[in-house]
């Protein structure tokens, strides 16, 4: 990298010094003002050095710019002399002119993807751009899907409540995961379960969101959202059967008939779809209890538990809050320590994985300059066990948590893969650890029992090409072959035509062997030929039954994180800049801007 690669060459100041050499990511200059020529050193990517040397030293001199890009079309104008004749702008052509419906876009896509204040633009057409096209435009994507899903959460900012929906669905031409924000709406009053069902349900009804359409509503395990969808559940009647009369008179009691309704106030409220808890949350709830539970309790672990996480978050204090002790760390590593979150189990992981990198010279040195009690071998083997069996459930969460390739069918491959990852772990550990994974296959079969049992979860990772059966047991996978062939539709069968009389009609024959040369494949043929088909998403258009399936139970994701990267987003759109932005504005302006509404909305949203 040369001096012409650097801020310092680009500086409009740079005539005060003359460069001299290169030194690692500095380089050396020396100042033209100073009596006595002294060496000065500056980042190659910044000059506030040099700014402050001018300040210091130099104050009471007037400096002069230099000409912006002076020297440097200078050299590239001799450069390039006889090479490339120089073009003169032309203003005969026409300037293309853009209509006016057009240039509104234009500004209405700038103020809301760079997220600027609203008093940029306050003619009244921007203020209806922007409120009248965005939802009728997402409207009709969402009523043009057969099968989508929801995600669902609740979020506090100044002192505000929101409750954000996001809908998924896949879509059928190019079989990917698609996604949408409908609503970040204001929440006002107590977060109990009916209130949240109440709102729920108007948030599906303002987008035609009907019970036959959505296949299921992920949410974390909060008692209240669980409690709205237990108590509001749609629930499926026996149809009667029906009995032909016996000439007997039935009698009706029309004051049962004219009550039954009145009488129970939650009757015919609302109601939601299938309830699906969030995944990773779940998983997150294990970690934080179970596995918690257990070190803490465990007389193998107890201690060196309490003693070894003491002294992490010991390290993670003075690291996090000291200028020194972020020196001394500078020291003994390369790389910083991760102070976690109390929320996100994932991070403490993490942290607990940073110090473990170090080696325990250069972490016992560290705690000697922080004054720090030091970590002894019992400790440290501690730790690396625990990430060692943690470690799996990592890369659990991170699979759950993603989303655009992420599928409903995700879910119980990964827990599967993650009990047995978990329980290979167990060779070589010390008595401190070594019933820990059997404690967490144990919480994972028992929080996650409802799925392991479910045909939706079951149909959802076999309809998905690239798990099929690999991922069940030889035992089960008969049953799962009749469970696929039995959800798959049957053809539609094309009626006779209408026969012209009785005659006609007395004269049926089987139809001839090469009548039924077209028909369609059967169920069983086409289940075995997708089972045996190549793993890739591609393949479900040669199996139209199998797609329709892959499309309905694959359409929810595993987690919830969705929406709240939907209330991250909202973090900066709700700025100090917008502080007095109103409800229904402010959820407008995320809801654009999640949805990349003028650059993916034409393409169905992404």
């Known amino acids: 990298m040369t001096e012409t690669d650097s801020t310092f060459a680009r500086w409009t100041f740079s005539h005060y010094f003359q460069f001299v050499r290169d030194k690692d990511k500095n380089i050396i200059v020396k100042c033209n003002l100073c009596a006595t020529l002294r060496e000065l050193s500056t980042s190659r990517n910044s000059t506030s050095n040099l700014k402050k040397h001018l300040d210091r030293c130099h104050a009471n001199t007037k400096l002069t710019e230099r000409a912006a890009g002076v020297e440097k079309r200078k050299n590239a ?61 997402l409207k009709k ?7 989508v899903s929801t995600t669902a959460d609740m979020w506090s900012a100044n002192n505000k409540s929101f409750m954000g929906v996001t809908v998924h669905w896949i879509d059928a031409d190019t079989l990917k995961r698609k996604k949408a924000a409908i609503a970040c709406r204001r929440f006002r009053g107590r977060h109990t379960y009916d209130a949240i069902a109440t709102e729920l349900e108007d948030i599906f009804s303002q987008y035609g969101l009907t019970y036959d359409k959505v296949t299921a509503c992920v949410t974390d395990n909060g008692s209240n959202f669980v409690k709205a969808f237990k108590e509001h559940q749609h629930v499926e009647t026996e149809e009667e059967d029906e009995v032909e009369s016996d000439g007997e008179v039935d009698i009706t009691d029309l004051h049962s008939v004219f009550t039954t309704d009145d009488d129970d106030p939650e009757h015919g409220l609302c109601v ?27 007389p193998e672990s107890r201690a060196v538990y309490h003693s070894a996480t003491a002294k992490c978050s010991a390290l993670w204090t003075k690291a996090s809050r000291s200028t020194v002790a972020a020196e001394c760390l500078e020291e003994v590593s390369d790389r910083k320590l991760i102070v976690p979150t109390v929320t996100r189990w994932n991070s403490f992981y993490d942290a607990y994985a940073r110090i473990t990198e170090m080696p325990l010279s250069d972490i016992n040195k560290l705690c000697t300059q922080l004054h720090i009690k030091c970590m002894n071998d019992k400790e440290y083997q501690f730790l690396k066990e625990y990430c060692s069996i943690m470690k799996p459930f990592t890369v659990a969460l991170d699979i759950l948590q993603g989303e655009d390739t992420c599928f409903y069918g995700t879910l119980q491959p990964t827990l599967e893969v993650l009990m047995a990852k978990t329980l290979a772990a167990k060779n070589g550990l010390t008595q401190m650890t070594t019933g820990l994974p059997e404690v967490i296959v144990g919480a994972i079969k028992t929080r996650f029992a409802a799925t392991t ?107 919830s994180a969705p929406v709240e990267r939907l209330f991250s987003l909202g973090s900066l759109v709700l700025t100090p800049k917008r502080n007095r932005l109103g409800d229904g504005r402010f959820q407008c302006l995320l809801l654009m801007r999640f949805n990349r509404y003028f650059g993916q909305l034409g393409s169905q949203i992404g």
């Open 453 to 559: 049992d479910s045909k939706d979860a079951l149909l959802a990772a076999v309809s998905l090409p690239k798990f099929k059966l690999r991922w069940i047991k030889e035992a089960r996978r008969d049953h799962i072959k009749f469970l696929l062939t039995t959800e798959s539709p049957m053809p539609d069968v094309p009626q006779p035509a209408a026969v012209a009389s009785s005659e006609e009609d007395f004269f049926s024959f089987d139809a001839l062997p090469n009548a039924t040369a077209d028909a369609p494949m059967s169920v069983e043929t086409e289940v075995m030929s997708y089972l045996s088909s190549a793993p890739v998403m591609e393949s479900l258009h040669q199996f139209p039954r199998i797609k329709k399936i892959a499309l309905r139970y694959n359409a929810p994701t595993p987690s």
């Open 272 to 298: 939601l779809p299938p309830h699906h808890r969030c995944a990773s949350h779940t998983l997150n709830l294990i970690a934080n209890n179970e596995v918690d539970k257990w070190l803490a309790s465990n």
């Open 77 to 137: 104008e001799d450069e390039s002399a006889g090479k490339i004749k120089q073009q003169k702008l032309s203003f005969s052509r026409t300037a293309m002119l853009l209509e006016p419906r057009e240039v509104k876009r234009l500004v209405a896509e700038y103020i809301v993807e760079d997220m600027l204040p609203l008093s940029t633009v306050e003619s009244p057409a921007f203020r209806k751009l922007v409120s009248k096209q965005a939802m009728p435009e």
């Open 141 to 147: 994507v969402i009523e043009a899907q057969q099968y």
